[in-house]
T-cell receptor, first 109, second 111 residues
Framework: KNEVEQSPQNLTAQEGEFITINCSYS?????LHWLQQHPGGGIVSLFM???GKKKHGRLIATINIQEKHSSLHITASHPRDSAVYIC???????????FGTGTLLAVQP | DGGITQSPKYLFRKEGQNVTLSCEQN?????MYWYRQDPGQGLRLIYY???????QKGDIAEGYSVSREKKESFPLTVTSAQKNPTAFYLC??????????FGSGTRLTVV
């Protein structure tokens, strides 16, 4: 069983919609990364958070330590937001990331 | 600007050949990683290095080898022993506080 679970696996939205991607993780993960991967491209780190909430432009990431749950929100979605979004848990003892399988987001104009 | 450079972007290999993927970083990060990505799967760790001249096997190290002679460089060799090498390979580096930077990847195809 993967220690990091993401949902949904696929998501289609209309331009302008508010989008939420969810991530649940297991015990022992001390921080959560949200990553973005465009088709055929490398990975960009969007957020790293261990508590609370972070915001960058139209992207918002939240984490609930007690529930071991994190969400990535995209406000006023745009077709250029179409990408794979990956949640990754950081296991502090080994400095290694444990990756979810990703959410493929398609924003249609 | 600091970052990670992976080369080449696309690589074709004949069966039975070894190939080496390059990864260079100028972020002064101590830790570096190689991941493999297959369609529909999460990234899997091949090898990682937390300090120069030392590296550890990840979850899928068989058929791969690495070296870490310099802090800036962490090349990955895909050997002929790797049964299914066609994949997308990502290099990353990190700080001790867990901040990661990823390269743009190398797509390896066996022909």
């Amino acid at each position: 069983k993967n220690e990091v679970e993401q949902s949904p696996q696929n998501l289609t939205a209309q331009e302008g919609e508010f989008i939420t991607i969810n991530c649940s993780y297991s015990v022992g993960i001390s921080a959560l990364h949200w990553l973005q991967q465009h088709p055929g491209g490398g990975i960009v780190s969007l957020f790293m958070l261990s508590s609370g909430k972070k915001k960058h432009g139209r992207l918002i990431a939240t984490i609930n330590i007690q529930e071991k749950h994190s969400s990535l929100h995209i406000t006023a979605s745009h077709p250029r937001d179409s990408a794979v979004y990956i949640c990754a848990g950081y296991g502090g003892a080994t400095n290694k990331l444990i990756f979810g399988t990703g959410t493929l987001l398609a924003v249609q104009p | 600007d600091g970052g990670i450079t992976q080369s080449p972007k696309y690589l074709f290999r004949k069966e039975g050949q070894n190939v080496t993927l390059s990864c260079e970083q100028n972020l002064n990060h101590d830790a570096m990683y190689w991941y493999r990505q297959d369609p529909g799967q999460g990234l899997r760790l091949i090898y990682y290095s937390q300090i120069v001249n030392d590296f550890q096997k990840g979850d899928i190290a068989e058929g791969y080898s690495v070296s870490r002679e310099k802090k800036e460089s962490f090349p990955l060799t895909v050997t002929s022993a790797q049964k299914n090498p066609t994949a997308f390979y990502l290099c990353a580096s990190s700080t001790y506080s867990g901040g990661y930077t990823f390269g743009s990847g190398t797509r390896l195809t066996v022909v």
